[in-house]
Nanobody
Framework: QVPLVESGGGTVQAGGSLRLSCAAP????????MGWFRQSVGKEREFVTA????????SYTNSVKGRFTISRDNTENTVYLQMDSLKPEDTAVYYC?????????????????WGQGTQVTVSS
């Protein structure tokens, strides 16, 4: 089990920024790729971004490229999502997720550990 706890959500105006954090207590954090997914009302959960266990590779969905940045600190057992130039369509519950490093980090089906989610609301 990999307990994951998100924080940093909130309400912001379009064009603003938010930074989400996901803490993963325990000494196995570096054994996992970390990702962020989101789910809007009435829609399926979708992939946003992921970072390899080592931190040296990242992947983004097209709609957030150039606006969102994922990073991780393996000494702090934390992954971050910096979200800039936010748009109303970014409004969603954002979930942190983990996939074991034995898998390819871009294989979205392998993210099987989930946090409880944090709400991000972008007003126009």
């Amino acid at each position: 089990q990999v307990p994951l706890v998100e924080s940093g959500g909130g309400t912001v105006q379009a064009g603003g920024s938010l930074r989400l954090s996901c803490a993963a207590p325990g000494r196995t954090f570096s054994n996992y790729h970390m990702g962020w997914f989101r789910q809007s009302v009435g829609k399926e959960r979708e992939f946003v971004t992921a970072v390899k266990w080592s931190g040296d590779s990242t992947s983004y969905t097209n709609s957030v490229k150039g606006r969102f940045t994922i990073s991780r600190d393996n000494t702090e057992n934390t992954v971050y999502l910096q979200m800039d130039s936010l748009k109303p369509e970014d409004t969603a519950v954002y979930y942190c997720a983990a996939a074991h490093r034995t898998y390819v980090y871009t294989d979205r089906s392998k993210y099987t550990y989930w946090g409880q989610g944090t709400q991000v609301t972008v007003s126009s």
